[in-house]
């Protein structure tokens, strides 16, 4: 005996395996799947950002060699100012070196170096000869060992044979601890009874020479 089963004809559904439409939305990801996307989309830049900043911590705390610190900047202004003033330098020793005197005084430390109004100077050689200096200005360096002295400058001092010698002119540049007296520009000189007039000169009183730059002319005192 056969039996024969007879199943109701099904309507045909078609089967797409492309994508989904366009028009179709996507499901939504959890938020623990779009932020993993994006912590891996940036992790190379992050990585190079923490990389920088570690480079910028360790450059700015690690120590530095004794004597690398920088140097402060030291201004052109003067960094104090003195009015009617005498100051003194002496030599290790304790002697009297240097004496300067004046209306006004700056000091100016990009340089070490001191201007002073009505300058009053007074020098002291190892043998004891004095030299003394004026002019309306005076450039000295710190311990004022070198002087320019400016307007209307005089020095007088003596030459190693006991001659006073007398010094005058517009720029003379001094130096006391060697006693030397030099100016490129126009001196009257007086040494003894003898005046010299010159366009410069050059006086090294530890060698007694006396260089002038013409024209010059002189009168010599025929005693020496």
């Known amino acids: 005996m056969s039996v024969e089963l007879h199943l109701p004809d099904l309507p045909e559904v078609p089967i797409s395996l492309?994508?989904?439409?366009a028009g179709l939305p996507r499901a939504p990801q959890p938020w623990p799947s779009r932020l993993r996307q994006v912590v891996v989309?940036?992790?190379?830049?992050?990585?190079?950002?923490?990389?920088?900043?570690?480079?910028?911590?360790?450059?700015k705390n690690s120590p530095r060699a004794p004597g690398a610190e920088e140097a402060p900047t030291l201004s052109s202004k003067p960094d104090y100012t003195m009015n009617q003033f005498s100051i003194s330098h002496y030599q290790p020793d304790g002697r009297l070196q240097v004496r300067i005197e004046g209306r006004t005084l700056r000091h100016f430390p990009a340089t070490d170096r001191i201007e002073i109004e009505d300058a009053l100077i007074h020098g002291y050689a190892p043998n004891g000869n004095?030299?003394?200096a004026r002019a309306r200005r005076a450039i000295s360096n710190g311990d004022g060992s070198e002087v320019q002295l400016i307007g209307a400058a005089e020095v007088s001092?003596?030459?190693s044979d006991g001659l006073p010698l007398v010094v005058r002119g517009e720029l003379l540049h001094l130096y006391l601890v060697t006693e030397r007296i030099s100016s490129p520009q126009a001196v009257d000189l007086h040494l003894g009874a003898s005046e010299m007039h010159a366009a410069g000169m050059t006086y090294d009183n530890a060698t007694r020479r006396l260089d002038l730059v013409g024209p010059a002319r002189a009168a010599f005192d025929p005693r020496h």
């Open 18 to 21: 492309g994508p989904a439409p």
């Open 41 to 59: 989309a940036y992790l190379p830049l992050l990585l190079m950002a923490l990389l920088a900043l570690g480079t910028w911590w360790l450059v």
């Open 130 to 132: 004095v030299t003394d």
């Open 157 to 159: 001092t003596r030459t």
